[in-house]
Structure formats: structure tokens, C-alpha cells
């Protein structure tokens, strides 16, 4: 016998799945994962390292047969189909543009979930998906779910108030066929409600503990972390923990003249930069959102970059969780990631809606159905963080 068909823990399938940041926090919560799908060969090879139990299909999902994608499930009962659809597209008919190829990548999204039938769906995207210009995506999206018998929320999930060192907004969208209202993760961690709440895990508390359990370093390339601008180190070793180049204030009270930008700043626009340059990391306070390259933020006291295991540190990867492929592969896969320990709260609450699941399946009458609820009622209700 399979030794998975041994287990008990909910199974899921990601699709979209990246190097599966999503899946490393569902299997941290207790479920199982079957199948990756990507079409990234390197965001695979990673997923597939890191998730050796689990099959993966590498390709365009387009081609992914129902029929391969029951052989890749070897027939198991999945439990949740999650992922990261591309959305932006997906608008109702006449308003957006049909062939726009997100259309068809949201539809193959649904195509899988219509055939394996799971009890959960989580769909994970950018905040933008809740503006104002993108109601009418949001509702058809929530409208070909229901019509497939779930009950739709959504939230903004902000990481750090759920133990990840980063400041990182997600649209979550939880479906289930079992429950007639899907639940969210409580807030664990916050900065200003200290009382009721952990405080939040900094920067500092993480970037000294980088091994793995065997005493190891994976993907931590110090060399390649320096900087190869003589100017730049000078500069960068003039500038103070926390602290980075935005306004011309900034720069005359760190850099002598012959270390300044040449800039005139009258002419930029809010006489700013957009992005703070030179910018350090703050060891007392969570990150900013890690991006997909390494020349956003530097070291908080070290003159150089952050290496590509510090900045899935700050993403909440474990420190054996090893990325794939060249220096800009593998940094392209952290900052696209969901952190591990946002996927974990997820997990968590699909495990305690499968605990108490409704006996009079609401999803048979469709009473439940939040068809009614207005776009703009769900809107409002989804950003549930305190700005901070």
C-alpha cells in the first residue's frame, strides 16, 4: 500500500504553486501535500526538493489533462486545492478583455477544482485585487466558486501579525463546501496591541539563527551579498541601522560631499525618491515586504546586501528549506513566495473547519451562499488589520 493512503492529514494540491512557500506552511499546520503545479522549472525544482513526498508537474497547466492530473493525485481523496491564480484579468464579460491569458489561468485554477472536488479552496493574491477598479473580478470570481457550492470570504492578511518577521499584505480567499462561513486566522502577533497580543517578530530575532539542525548553511553566499562598488560601500557605511537615503535631509546628514548622489532635488517628484535608497534593515522592528531582487534593502549593520537565506529568513522559510537555481532564480522565488508561517495560520484553520464541519451540508441548498453579500460589503470587511 501507497504510505500515504496510511495517513489521516488533509491533502491538498497547490497549483500555481512557486517554490511552495504556501505548501511548506499548510504542511507546517499538519496537512499533506499531493501535487505542486508550476510552469517555473526552477520554482519546481525547489518545490520539489523541499516536498519530497509530493508529485509535481513542471509545464503549462493548460496542457495538465484531467485524466494526468488523477494519475499525478494517484486517485486520492484531496482534501483542498490552494494557490496563487492570476486574477487581475478575470473580470465579467464585455468589461475586461477576454483574451487576456490571466482569463484562462484563473479558469484552469476552477477546471481543478471542479474535478477534484475538495472541501477547502484558498486562493492567494495581491492586495490590488480588493481595489475599487477590480469589484468586478472579485465578484466573478466569487460567483464561479459558489457556483460550484462554496462559501466565499476574503481578507487582507498582514504576515507579521502572525509571527513573520516581514511586513507582507496578501489577499486571502478561503472557500469551503463543508461550513457555512469559512473562518480566518486570529491576529497572534502585533506591534502596538502588545498586551493582548505577542509582540512582533523583529529582524533582529531571526538573522542570528541561520542553520540548519545538522549545523549547516544553505544558500547563504556572503561573497555574493558584497557590494561591487567601491562608492557604494562608502556610502552604505555612513548610513545608520534603520535608516536610508529619501529625502535630500537624509542625505546631508549622512554623506560628506563627495559622497553625494548628484541629485537635484527639487525636480524629483514630492522632492523624493519613490523607494528609499541605501536603505538598512532595522534589527527592532519586522521587515518591509522582501522583494524579488537583492538591491532592495541592505544588512542592518554588515556593509552589504542580504544573502538569499536571510531574506527566506525574514519570509518565515525554514532554515533547511533549500531554493534552486542561479542567484536571481532563487531570489525571484522568495519574493514571490507566501511566507510559511502565514500558510501555517491558513492550515490551521482549514484543519479546524474540517473538525467542525457542518452536518447539514449548506452547499447542498446553497442557502448559505453569499451570492447576496454586495461586493462592496466584502471589500469593506476584508481589511481587518490595524494600520501600523
Avoid at 491558513?346 to 449548506?362: A, H, P, R
Wanted: proline residues 4%; aromatic residues 8%.
Amino acid at each position: 500500500k501507497d504510505k500515504r493512503s496510511m495517513s489521516k492529514k488533509l491533502k491538498f494540491v497547490d497549483v500555481f504553486a512557486g517554490a511552495g512557500g504556501l505548501s511548506c506552511g499548510l504542511e507546517m499546520a499538519g496537512l499533506e501535500c499531493i501535487l505542486g503545479v508550476d510552469s517555473n522549472k526552477y520554482a519546481m525544482e525547489t518545490f520539489n526538493i523541499n516536498h519530497r513526498k509530493a508529485c509535481v508537474y513542471c509545464g503549462d497547466i493548460t496542457k495538465l489533462t484531467n485524466k494526468n492530473i488523477m494519475k499525478l493525485t494517484k486517485n486520492e481523496k484531496i482534501h483542498a486545492v490552494v494557490g496563487g491564480p492570476p486574477c487581475q484579468g478575470f473580470s465579467t464579460v464585455g468589461t475586461g478583455n477576454p483574451n487576456d491569458k490571466r482569463n484562462t489561468l484563473f479558469l484552469e485554477f476552477v477546471r481543478i477544482v471542479k474535478l477534484l472536488k475538495p472541501e477547502f479552496v484558498v486562493v492567494e493574491n495581491v492586495t490590488g485585487l480588493l481595489a475599487k477598479k477590480n469589484e468586478k473580478t472579485l465578484l466573478n470570481i466569487f460567483q464561479k466558486f459558489q457556483v460550484l457550492g462554496y462559501n466565499l470570504d476574503v481578507q487582507v492578511m498582514s504576515s507579521e501579525k502572525y509571527g513573520v518577521p516581514e511586513k507582507r499584505r496578501r489577499t486571502i480567499i478561503i472557500g469551503t463546501r463543508i461550513n457555512k462561513v469559512p473562518i480566518f486566522p486570529k491576529i497572534t502577533h502585533d506591534v502596538i496591541l502588545a498586551k493582548t497580543h505577542r509582540p512582533a517578530i523583529t529582524v533582529g530575532d531571526v538573522l542570528l539563527d541561520l542553520k540548519t539542525k545538522k549545523g549547516h548553511l544553505i544558500n547563504h553566499d556572503i561573497a555574493a551579498a558584497q557590494l561591487s562598488s567601491n562608492l557604494d560601500k562608502r556610502r552604505l557605511a555612513r548610513i545608520p541601522e534603520g535608516r536610508g537615503i529619501r529625502y535630500e535631509k537624509d542625505e546631508k546628514a549622512f554623506f560628506t560631499t563627495s559622497l553625494k548622489l548628484g541629485v537635484n532635488w527639487s525636480k524629483l517628484k514630492e522632492n523624493r525618491f519613490r523607494q528609499t535608497k541605501y536603505f538598512r534593515l532595522d534589527r527592532a522592528k519586522p521587515s518591509p515586504t522582501i522583494m524579488t531582487h537583492r538591491h532592495s534593502y541592505y544588512h542592518p549593520i554588515e556593509t552589504r546586501y542580504l544573502t538569499q537565506r536571510e531574506a527566506a529568513k525574514l519570509q518565515s522559510f525554514p532554515n533547511d528549506f533549500e531554493f534552486i537555481g542561479p542567484m536571481s532564480a532563487q531570489w525571484k522565488q522568495i519574493g514571490n513566495a507566501v511566507p510559511p508561517l502565514l500558510g501555517k495560520a491558513i492550515g490551521k484553520v482549514l484543519v479546524k473547519m474540517y473538525k467542525n464541519q457542518d452536518l447539514n451540508n449548506c452547499s447542498e441548498t446553497k442557502s448559505c451562499n453569499s451570492t447576496n453579500t454586495s461586493i462592496k460589503q466584502i471589500r469593506e470587511k476584508a481589511f481587518v488589520y490595524q494600520q501600523s
